[in-house]
Each structure stands twice: as C-alpha cells, then as structure tokens.
C-alpha cells in the first residue's frame, strides 16, 4: 500500500481509515526526519491514538548499548572501539521471534511512483530479491570481503547500503545471515576474520545511527564541541572540479566519477575523496556531504554525517592529528594495477603505469593527453598536495595549542 501526502495528515487519516489503536513505525536518525516524526506522534496522540517507535534500522538499539555504559552520561558513544566491544555483547532476538504479525487491511492505495524515482538503477526493491543478491554475496564474495574493503579491483563489497537505507534489508536479518555462514566448519581462518570483518561494518553503521540519535544536532553540528571553532571554508576556486571528478588526482576522480556513473563509491575511495575535499581544499564537511547526497542511491543521513565528520577530524574518534589521505600514495596502494583508475577515467586508459603511480608523478603544469579525444586532457592538478596538507596540519595544530585547552 502506497500513499502521498503530507506525512501527519496522511498518517492519520490511515490511522483512522484502518480503524488502528496503536501507530508504529521505525525511528529515523537524522535531525530533519527525528523532528518529523515528532510532529507525527503529537498529531497522532492528540488524536487520541497511542504512538510506538521502534529501532528497525539498527541491528541493535541506541538504548540498548546506552544501557550498558557505566562511564558517561547516557548519551551514547562518540569512540567507535568501546560502543563495538559493548554492541557485541547485546544479546540478538532471533528474527523470526521478533516478526510482527501483520494484519490485512484493503486500504486504498496511490499509484506507485515512476520507475524513474526507485531507489536506482540495479538495486533490489523487495526483500526477496535484495536478500537472493545477498545470499549470492554471502556464498562466495563474503570471504575477500577484507581485501575487496580496501582495494576495489580485488572484489565487491556487499552493495547493500541502499537496499538497509530504504528499509528493503534489515540490518538484524544480515547479521543472521552471517552468524548461519560462520557455522560452515570448513571455512579457513582468513574468510572467518572476513565474515567478522562484514560485521564489524554493519556495527559502524549502528554506531553512526546511535550517534545520530543520542547527539541529535550532530547532523549538521560538529559532534566535537572543542573543534566547532575549527575553521572549514565554505568554497574552494577547485570545488568545482572536485564535484565533478576533475583535480587531476586519478584516485579521488575515479572515486567521484564512479559515484556520478552510479550513484554509489568504494568505501574506502571515499575516505581518501573526502579527505581530498577537507584538507587538500580546506573545505567544509558539510558542503562535500551535500554534493554526494545528490549524487548516492542510499538515503542514509546519519550515515553520511557521522563518516565525513570522522574523516574531517571533528566527529566520533577524535584524533590527536586529521587523517590526511595522500591521494598518490592511497593509488599505488589501493589500485596498485590502476584498474579501478582506469575503469572510471577514460582517458588515463593508455597511460603507463609509470606515469599513473610512478615514484614521481607527473609535474602538476604538464597535463596528460587524452588519447580518445585528441583535443581534451585529463586535467593537472588542481593543489599540490604535499603543500595544503601541511599547511593545513599546522594550522590544525595551532587551533589545538594546548593554550586553547
Ligand atoms: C565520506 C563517507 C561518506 C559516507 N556516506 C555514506 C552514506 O551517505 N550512506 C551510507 O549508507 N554509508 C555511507 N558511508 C559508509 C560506507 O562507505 C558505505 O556504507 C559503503 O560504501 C556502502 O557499500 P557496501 O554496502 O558495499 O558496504 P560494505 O563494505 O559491504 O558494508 C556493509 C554495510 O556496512 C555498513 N557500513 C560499512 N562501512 C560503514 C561506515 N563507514 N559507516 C557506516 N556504515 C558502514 C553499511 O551499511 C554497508 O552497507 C560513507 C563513508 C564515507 C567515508
């Protein structure tokens, strides 16, 4: 059943067409969708009906974790390594006990929307299908999942962050999943720690939903009070070429074409991408969160947050020191074949691998020809890395004087 409206209104004139008691439906953990669903549970209990939100998304729930903290105030984690060692311990409810039983109802129903506003081209819209390409995964894929994390030539990741942001896969059924295929006695001990590896992933992703939740204003407040004073630009005379996958680092521009190509990047790219945006350009975590969020199939609000205010440095695990990816050294080792270069920028196709990752790259005033069309080339470098890195570490290291506190 489909319905379009605006979401209060809607909700609760659903609410009494099917004649409900009680109104449910899962949380969501962005600051925007938290407020909104406020506003429906006050409609809805003005209404006279009674309200329940659950924790579907996560595999284990903010509260949950909270729960069994003996330090802090309650809050949830802002460190990833103590919430994983606690989220471990939470005891799972097997999924099938937890199934609600729904009831039919012949409610009217909207037209579906077009094919053209689904989730993405290629991406499973119902749970049998997107489980079948998950079983697929688990069955084979799963056990490089370690190597394929880091390096994108060696194999796929799981591709199923589309199909947990629309609610088509749960997060506790994956895991389930998983725990069944560890059971396989002959499994090698490398394709165990790749299994615990996958859900160690979807452990982050419980973690930045938590985060979300318990620091509300973190979406678009930086989650470290100590560095909101942190200057960020709001522009860079190179954003626009690293919107458009063109600052003549191959590894960021592969990474921003394959998003703009389909709607999704290799993890791991997209640390040294973002990286690319706050330190190389000095350019707010906000403002590269937002060019992508154009551009993912996944709706994952907290999700994007929480990772670009890791990578910037000002979010969850704060560093003594930013994690500044160098793009040309993140090539050699991540695409140590330039495949995945090659595959997303056309016109390094023919280009030696000398040139793509050689000790030295070439000069950043020489441009690399475009062997396709004779007239085009791939572009120089927009910054010199080596020269903005530095500069931003010591501008970060006078923000973190101990004089500041
Ligand atoms: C700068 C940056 C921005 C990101 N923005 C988003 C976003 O908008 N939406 C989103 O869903 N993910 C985001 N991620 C997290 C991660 O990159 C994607 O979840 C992952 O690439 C999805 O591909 P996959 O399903 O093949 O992942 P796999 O590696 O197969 O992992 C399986 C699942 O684990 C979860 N997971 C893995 N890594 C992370 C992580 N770092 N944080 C949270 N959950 C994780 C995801 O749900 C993922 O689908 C971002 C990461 C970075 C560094």
Redesign the pocket.
């Known amino acids: 059943m489909y319905r379009r409206g605006p979401l209060a209104a809607t909700v609760l004139a659903l609410a009494r067409e099917a004649g409900a008691h009680t109104v449910t439906w899962c949380a969501r953990y962005d600051a925007a969708s938290l407020a909104q669903d406020r506003e429906v549970q006050a409609v809805l209990e003005e209404a006279g009906f009674s309200v329940a939100i659950v924790h579907d998304a996560p595999a284990v729930a903010p509260e949950q974790t909270a729960a069994l903290r003996t330090d802090g105030d309650g809050r949830g984690y802002r460190a990833f390594a103590p919430y994983a060692a606690v989220w471990a311990l939470v005891p799972r409810v097997p999924v099938a006990e937890s199934r609600v039983p729904f009831v039919a109802h012949a409610l009217r129903s909207d037209a579906l929307p077009p094919s053209s506003q689904s989730p993405g081209e290629g991406e499973p819209c119902d749970e049998t299908q997107a489980l079948a390409r998950f079983d697929r995964y688990l069955a084979g894929p799963v056990l490089d ?1 370690r190597s394929a ?1 880091v390096v994108p030539a060696d194999g ?6 589309a199909a ?2 629309f609610g088509v896969l749960s997060a506790r059924t994956l895991l389930q999943r998983v725990a069944e295929r560890a059971r396989d006695p002959f499994l090698l001990s490398e394709e165990r720690l790749a299994l615990a590896a ?1 859900v160690r ?2 452990a ?2 419980d973690f ?1 939903l938590q985060l979300a939740w318990f620091f509300e204003e973190t979406p678009d407040a930086t989650l470290q009070p100590r560095m909101r004073d942190f200057f960020f630009a709001a522009d860079h005379p190179a954003l626009a070429a690293w919107r458009a996958g063109a600052t003549g680092y191959p590894l960021v521009d592969a990474g921003i074409r394959e998003l703009r190509a389909t709607g ?4 791991r790219v ?2 040294v991408a ?1 990286s690319f945006c706050c330190f190389d350009l000095g350019v707010d975590w906000r403002v590269g ?1 937002d060019a ?2 154009d551009a ?1 199939v ?1 709706d ?1 609000g907290a ?2 947050s ?3 205010q ?2 910037a440095g000002v979010g969850a695990d704060l560093a003594q020191f930013p994690r500044i990816y160098n793009p040309h050294k993140q090539a050699r080792a991540l695409d140590p074949r330039g495949t995945y270069v090659r595959r997303w920028i056309p016109e390094l196709a023919h280009v030696s691998d000398a040139d793509l990752f050689g000790a030295t790259p070439p000069d950043a005033r020489t441009q690399v020809p475009l062997p396709l069309y004779a007239d085009a080339a791939y572009p120089a470098r927009v910054v010199e890395h080596d020269v903005e890195a530095r500069a931003f570490l010591a501008r970060y290291a006078r923000f973190r004087a101990p004089a500041r506190g």
């Open positions: 999942y994390r796929p990741t799981a591709r199923v962050s947990l942001s996958f992933a979807l982050q992703r930045f999704w990047m290799h993890p997209r640390l973002a969160r992508w969020d993912l996944e994952d999700l994007a929480g990772n670009w890791w990578v």
